[in-house]
């Protein structure tokens, strides 16, 4: 469907790495309603990554952007100004990797190398971006911006590992620079808490698929798609959004707030006897 909700609106979309990504499909909704926009990613997805085939059919430049540099940011920055012809109104973080999962090192035993590394590009990366936006004046007043996180900033999820961190300081920068950015600038700052979903990043988790069935069963609506994580981020980039900010905000069909449901009692019930009635086996008298 469409609103033409975002009709003459300028952004910065970084992190569409295949067709799976959620940034892709950000970067597709927001094509079709109205909005134009420079992609972004790491140069090393540029060349592994098939970028090039969305930036054909969106109408759109890609600009490569390690987001650890703060000189690639500025460039891109500088550069989407110049290529939209005018400030920006809306920009999607949606960078996330962990080393430590990558190497399949346990959290009691983590590289602190391989740590730094995954917090400087999912974390601290989302500090650097709105820095150089807001040091550059570069955003227009009433402008959005979003950044992708997961409920393992609040809850345990034990094999979420080292990005569980990283979550939580990418939502606490939100907060904290949402409220420098709001009242300078008129700009919102939110993370959205979006439901497992099958892309690069989210199948990289050990054990993903017993892990996004879990929560399928779990969810009153089911798990949020990629395409329904884009819809939402579409409203807040939208005018519909003004005075939504500092928010953490859950797109994940009900998970968040669920403590079980049926369908995975019923699961965990067929294997389950209660202790009274479990039969105790003799141990075997050997002669
Ligand atoms: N997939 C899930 O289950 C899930 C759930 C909740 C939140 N998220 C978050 O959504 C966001 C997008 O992930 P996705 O699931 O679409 O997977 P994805 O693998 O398609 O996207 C991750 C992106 O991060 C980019 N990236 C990595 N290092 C970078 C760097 N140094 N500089 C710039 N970009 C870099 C990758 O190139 C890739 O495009 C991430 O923040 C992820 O943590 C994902």
Same mark, same amino acid.
């Given at each position: 469907?469409?609103?033409?909700? +975002?009709?003459?609106?300028?952004?910065?979309?970084?992190?569409?790495?295949?067709?799976?990504?959620? &940034?892709?499909?950000?970067?597709?909704?927001?094509?079709?309603?109205?909005?134009?926009?420079?992609?972004?990613?790491?140069?090393? *997805?540029? $060349? +592994?990554?098939?970028?090039?085939?969305?930036? @054909?059919?969106?109408?759109? /430049?890609?600009?490569?952007?390690? &987001?650890?540099?703060?000189?690639?940011? /500025?460039?891109?920055?500088?550069?989407?100004?110049?290529?939209?012809?005018?400030?920006?109104?809306?920009?999607? #973080?949606?960078?996330?990797?962990?080393?430590?999962?990558?190497?399949?090192? #346990?959290?009691? #035993?983590?590289?602190?190398?391989?740590?730094?590394?995954?917090?400087?590009?999912?974390?601290?990366?989302?500090? $650097?971006?709105?820095?150089?936006?807001?040091?550059?004046?570069?955003?227009? @007043?009433?402008?959005?911006?979003?950044?992708?996180?997961?409920?393992?900033?609040?809850?345990?999820?034990?094999?979420?590992?080292?990005?569980?961190?990283?979550?939580?300081?990418? @939502?606490? =920068?939100?907060?904290?620079?949402?409220?420098?950015?709001?009242?300078?600038?008129?700009?919102?700052?939110?993370?959205?808490?979006?439901?497992?979903?099958?892309?690069? *990043?989210?199948?990289?988790?050990?054990?993903?698929?017993?892990?996004?069935?879990? *929560? @399928?069963?779990?969810?009153?609506?089911?798990?949020?798609?990629?395409?329904?994580?884009?819809?939402?981020?579409?409203?807040?980039?939208?005018?519909?959004?003004?005075?939504?900010?500092?928010?953490?905000?859950? #797109?994940?069909?009900?998970?968040?707030?669920?403590? =079980?449901?049926? &369908?995975?009692?019923?699961?965990?019930?067929?294997?389950?006897?209660?202790?009274?009635?479990?039969?105790?086996? /003799?141990?075997?008298?050997?002669?």
């Amino acid at each position: 469907m469409m609103y033409n909700l +975002l009709k003459g609106k300028r952004g910065i979309i970084l992190g569409a790495l295949d067709s799976k990504s959620i &940034a892709w499909k950000v970067a597709e909704r927001a094509h079709e309603e109205g909005a134009i926009f420079v992609l972004s990613n790491a140069p090393v *997805a540029l $060349r +592994l990554g098939t970028i090039a085939e969305l930036a @054909e059919k969106t109408g759109s /430049e890609v600009i490569a952007a390690d &987001a650890t540099s703060i000189m690639d940011l /500025e460039d891109l920055v500088d550069g989407a100004v110049k290529i939209l012809g005018g400030k920006i109104d809306f920009v999607l #973080h949606s960078i996330g990797m962990s080393v430590n999962v990558r190497r399949g090192n #346990h959290y009691t #035993h983590q590289d602190y190398n391989f740590t730094k590394t995954g917090f400087d590009v999912s974390a601290l990366s989302f500090h $650097r971006l709105m820095s150089v936006l807001y040091q550059r004046d570069a955003m227009n @007043e009433w402008g959005s911006i979003v950044a992708l996180s997961y409920m393992a900033a609040q809850r345990v999820f034990p094999d979420y590992n080292d990005m569980a961190d990283n979550k939580a300081y990418l @939502e606490s =920068v939100a907060r904290s620079f949402g409220y420098f950015f709001g009242r300078d600038k008129k700009v919102r700052v939110n993370t959205i808490s979006q439901s497992p979903t099958p892309t690069t *990043a989210g199948s990289g988790v050990k054990g993903f698929d017993g892990f996004i069935a879990y *929560a @399928e069963q779990m969810s009153p609506l089911g798990n949020a798609t990629a395409l329904e994580c884009a819809d939402y981020t579409i409203s807040l980039f939208s005018d519909l959004t003004k005075k939504v900010t500092l928010q953490n905000l859950f #797109h994940d069909g009900g998970f968040s707030n669920m403590g =079980v449901s049926n &369908a995975i009692m019923d699961n965990f019930m067929k294997d389950f006897q209660p202790e009274e009635t479990k039969v105790v086996e /003799e141990p075997k008298k050997t002669k």
